[in-house]
Every structure is written in structure tokens, then in C-alpha cells.
């Protein structure tokens, strides 16, 4: 559910009208909705009620905006953090230290040392090798980094193979099979705490099927490790529940999930950690466009060329991904139509053969489910600028990330003086 419906025949985010925030901030610009975000944190939250203390760990890459991510730490949330820069955000976002977890394969030795520095509460470590550098980095400074051993479980979780990450052949994790001797090698290391296990096999599943299998083998592993003497205190088990893009299409609920949870991990003892992000953001927050003409004429459907393009929202170029695309006016009328952007390669296509409200130059639109991977996985590709962010509540509204006009991307560069 969220809170982008037609009021008074306009859509509105919460009670403010898009329009409005289309006069005055310009388009393309992304809206976010914190009651939206809200709604999203206590469901999530609500479905693990089972559970003993669990981490709700955000995952800032769905959208790492300072507003959305101190909306969550209001619900409770801590943070999941790939990089620095999201290490940093989530910090100045407010989230405690300890409940940061820092996830990814490419961790430099200045991003772990960093992380030890700030006293973040987990490390996943996702090879041996970076194990033994993380132990170096953390003895070096006097200090025992807290770490769990992010396993591959080698099991197909359905969704599209740009994002799946459970697989042998993936880069993530160490193969399961390995895990046992790996985590030997590395828990007599001084430098380390390594104190439990983490998965995670893809983002946008649709199926509860996959995750449930890789939990359990998680489950094996646990008991396994044990039996060698270990000691596992936290079970970490990534993000990846997947949400509704067209209308009426069924997603597995929260709820489901944390039922499946609940019941593969009774008996683990261990705190468990989450890091959800589309699930949480995806839906709080549209891309709102503008069309800048209809060209007709061609062999078949006309083109609507909106102002937001391929660099603003890289998901239907990148992985072919369907955003549904309404009017902000509908009329009542519809069209067939191909929704474009003005880039210049067909790449940069956001819909074909669409059945849509009927549109003209001028008109607003939104494209839906845009709160996850857009603003975020933006660029300036055909020097375009970046897109602003808006966050309303209520009936009111704020820009939390202010338009990089293309001029502010130029001042970067320099012609070097040999080349004048
Ligand atoms: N934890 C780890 C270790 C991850 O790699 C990811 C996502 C998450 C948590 C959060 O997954 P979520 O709950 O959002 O599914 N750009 C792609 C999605 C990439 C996901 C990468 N990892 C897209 O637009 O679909």
C-alpha cells in the first residue's frame, strides 16, 4: 500500500498535489512519501514480531537520501552499508554505529579500517582473503573487528541474473561447502570476533521457495559449526523480498515472510539480522516527469518523449524492469503508446506498446515504484543533470536533494594547459 492517489482527479503524494511540486521544483524529480516509508518499516517490522530482538538493517543502497534514511532510524531501523560513502551516510543519518553492518566483496583496507574506527557493529566478510585483511587491519589498530562469514549457497533465487547473488557461479560469499574450514582459518585471527553467518541470494524474489532453502542450509551450517567448537551468535539473512511493479500483481507478503522465517530459524538461538530495501523504499516513491511531445506518424504507436530518461531511472534499460507509468491528470481517455526518454540510444525506452492515459506535450506523469534503485542509480549520461528529491508528509513538503544542474557537473572538469 501506499499513500500516491488521485485526489480530486489529480494524483496527489499523501495531500499534496504532484502538480504543485511539479510548478515549483520543475521536472523530472522524484517524490518520496514518508508515510509511505512508515507504513513499510512497522509491516516489516510487525511480520518479525516473532522473533527475539531481530536487526532491521536497511539496505541505504535502495535509497541512501539523508531524509528517507533518518525516517528509518525513527522506526528503529539500523543500517546494511556497502561503501564508505553509504558508511557515512548512515552515521550522519544518525544510526548507531553498532547498528551498521558493512556488506560487499571490495571492501578496501581504508573502508575497513574506517569501519573498525567508527565501531561499526559487523563486518560480512565475503572471502577468506578479505578475512585475513580485515583481522590485519583490526590488529593493527589494537581493536577485534565483529564479523560474520557470508556463505554462497549455491541456489538459484528466480529473480533476473543481474541481480541474483546465491549462485556457485556469483561473486558473493564463499562457496558453503568451504564455509567450515574458512571459518577455522579465520577465528583464532586476534583481529577478528567472528561470531556468525550471513546470506543473502538476490533482490526482487518472488518466490519465498529459494530464500526458505538457503535459510535452512544456513540452519546446517550453524549446527555444524557449532559441533567444531564455534561459537555463532548472529545470523544475518540479507534482503531481496521482492514488491508489486504492475498493479494487481501478487508479491509474497511480509507477513509470509516472516512466518517462513520464524519458523526455518526456530531453535538457531542466535540474534537474527535483516537488511531489506526495496521493500521498505520501493514503493514510497514516484519519478514524476513531464511530456515534452507525442511524435506520431511513424510505422507504429506513437512515442511519448518524457523528460526523464534512461539516467534518471537506469531499472527498464538495465534489466528490462516494467514501471507502471500514469498520468498525473488522467483524463479517462486512453492510449497505445511507446514512452520514451530524449537520450539518445533506444536503450533509453521505458515502455512499449503501453495501454496508458491519453497524453499530450505538457502533460505529467509518474512513473510508480521508483523509491528503490532510481534516484540513486542515476548518472549524468548525455551530460544531463541530477534529479531533485522531494519528501512529503502530510501536506507538507521538502527538497531533500537539491537538482545538480549540468553546469555543476562541468565546473569539475579541466582542460589541462597543454591542450590550450
Ligand atoms: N543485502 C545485500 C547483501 C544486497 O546485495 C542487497 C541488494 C540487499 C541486501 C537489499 O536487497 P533488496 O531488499 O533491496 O532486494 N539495482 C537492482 C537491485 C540490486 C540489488 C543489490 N543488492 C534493481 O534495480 O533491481
Known amino acids: 500500500m501506499d499513500h500516491f492517489t488521485l485526489q480530486d482527479g489529480v494524483l496527489h503524494a499523501e495531500q499534496v498535489a504532484l502538480s504543485l511540486i511539479a510548478d515549483a521544483v520543475g521536472t523530472p524529480v522524484y517524490v518520496y512519501s514518508r508515510a509511505t516509508l512508515e507504513r513499510h518499516a512497522q509491516v516489516f ?15 541505504l543502497k535502495s535509497n541512501p537520501n539523508l531524509a528517507v534514511v533518518r525516517v528509518l532510524r525513527q522506526q528503529g531501523f539500523g543500517a546494511d552499508v556497502v561503501s564508505g560513502g553509504e558508511m557515512q ?33 559487523q563486518f560480512n566478510i565475503e572471502s577468506e582473503e578479505e578475512g585475513f585483511e580485515l583481522a590485519a587491519v583490526a590488529e593493527s589498530m589494537g581493536k577485534r573487528a565483529n564479523a560474520s562469514l557470508r556463505v554462497n549457497p549455491d ?14 557461479e556469483n561473486k558473493f560469499g564463499v562457496p558453503i ?10 577465528a583464532n585471527k586476534p583481529g577478528l570476533n567472528l561470531r556468525g553467518v550471513a546470506v543473502h541470494i538476490g533482490s526482487q524474489l518472488s518466490d519465498l521457495a529459494p530464500m526458505e532453502t538457503a535459510f535452512a542450509k544456513l540452519g546446517t551450517l550453524i549446527a555444524g559449526l557449532r559441533g567444531a567448537g564455534h561459537a555463532i551468535s548472529h545470523a544475518d539473512l540479507g534482503g531481496g523480498l521482492g514488491v508489486p511493479y504492475k498493479a494487481g500483481e501478487i508479491m509474497p507478503s511480509p507477513a509470509d515472510y516472516g512466518a517462513m522465517v520464524a519458523r526455518v530459524t526456530k531453535g538457531w538461538d542466535v540474534r537474527l539480522i535483516f537488511e531489506p530495501g526495496r521493500v521498505i523504499s520501493g514503493n514510497a516513491g514516484v519519478l514524476l516527469t513531464r511530456v515534452v511531445r507525442v511524435k506520431r506518424g511513424g510505422n507504429g504507436d506513437p512515442f511519448v518523449i ?39 540510444e533506444t536503450g533509453d525506452t521505458f515502455a512499449m506498446g503501453r495501454d496508458i492515459d491519453a497524453l499530450e506535450a505538457g502533460d505529467l506523469a509518474i512513473f510508480r515504484t521508483a523509491g528503490a534503485y532510481g534516484a540513486t542509480m ?24 537539491e537538482r545538480i544542474e549540468p553546469a555543476a557537473i562541468l565546473a569539475a572538469e579541466k582542460v589541462p594547459d597543454w591542450l590550450e
Open 45 to 59: 517490522k510487525q511480520a518479525l514480531g516473532a522473533l527475539d530482538n531481530p536487526l532491521i538493517a536497511y539496505a
Open 89 to 121: 551516510r548512515a552515521l550522519m543519518a544518525g544510526i548507531a554505529a553498532e547498528d551498521i553492518v558493512f556488506s560487499g566483496v571490495g571492501k578496501t583496507a581504508r573502508e575497513m579500517a574506517d569501519g573498525v574506527a567508527a565501531g561499526i557493529g
Open 155 to 168: 541456489v538459484d533465487a528466480g529473480t533476473h541474473e543481474k541481480i541474483s547473488t546465491g549462485k556457485a
Open 177 to 186: 561447502h568451504r564455509a567450515g574450514e574458512i571459518f577455522a582459518n579465520l
Open 306 to 344: 518524457v523528460d526523464a530518461a534512461m539516467n534518471d531511472l537506469a531499472r527498464p534499460a538495465l534489466y528490462g524492469a516494467w514501471h507502471d507509468f500514469v498520468a498525473v491528470a488522467p483524463s479517462g481517455e486512453r492510449m497505445t503508446a511507446n514512452v520514451v526518454g530524449p537520450i539518445c
Open 378 to 401: 542515476a548518472s549524468s549520461y548525455n551530460s544531463r543533470g541530477f534529479v531533485p528529491e522531494v519528501m512529503v508528509d502530510g501536506d507538507r513538503w521538502a527538497v531533500v536533494a
